[in-house]
Each structure stands twice: as C-alpha cells, then as structure tokens.
Nanobody
Framework: QVQLVESGGGSVQPGGTLRLTCAASGSIFRINDMGWYRQAPGEQRELVAT???????NYADSVKGRFTISRDNAKKMMYLQMNSLKPADTAVYYC???????????????WGQGTQVTVSS
C-alpha cells in the first residue's frame, strides 16, 4: 500500500501565496518522478509541475516564474510554493508519484486525494 496525502490548500486573495505539501508513505522502495496536477470545475486535469528524483523541475507555461516545485527524498515529501496567485489558479491540486513498491518489480502511478486552492478577492 502506498498513500499520497496533500495539505496546505486554502483560500487567498489574488497576489497571495500558498505552499502545498505532498507526503508519501507506505511500502515504498523508490519514488521516481513526482508531480502536481490541478483540475478546475468543468475542466480536465492538467499538469502544473513535475520533478525528477534528481530534482530537475518542469513547469507548465501558465505557472513559470510564479510556482516552485521541490522535494525531499529522505522524507518522501514534495512541495509546491505558489506565489503571485491568480483567480485562474483556482482548482483542486493533486499530488502524483511514480513509485516502485517494496517487493514488486513494476512501477505504478499513485494519486493523492487532492487539496482545494481558491484565489478570489
């Protein structure tokens, strides 16, 4: 069993900041790429940012320069620092991880349950 739990969502005014955290736990042998995705009402889930196990980030154009993804491999944690938030950033944010479970040769993608981010004046 592998679990991903997001936290840190909330409501902020435009221009505000939030920091999301994703905590991975369970029977984990190795975590490869991790990422943040978001889904606004009536929209498809979209990529926000990803980060490799070596720490190389990749961002959607819409968040470049405003969001920063990072991870702590020892703690099995991932973070998303969100600055200069806009109403268009309002969505449920999901954590995703590519995981090799203990005792299993294959790798699987896991999702967290999501955390709501609302940007409104």
């Amino acid at each position: 069993q592998v679990q991903l739990v997001e936290s840190g969502g909330g409501s902020v005014q435009p221009g505000g900041t939030l920091r999301l955290t994703c905590a991975a736990s369970g029977s984990i042998f190795r975590i490869n790429d991790m990422g943040w995705y978001r889904q606004a009402p009536g929209e498809q889930r979209e990529l926000v940012a990803t980060i490799t196990s070596a720490g190389t980030p990749n961002y959607a154009d819409s968040v470049k320069g405003r969001f920063t993804i990072s991870r702590d491999n020892a703690k099995k944690m991932m973070y998303l620092q969100m600055n200069s938030l806009k109403p268009a950033d309002t969505a449920v944010y999901y954590c995703n991880a590519d995981v090799v479970p203990i005792g299993i040769i294959s790798r699987y993608k896991y999702w967290g349950q999501g955390t709501q981010v609302t940007v409104s004046s």
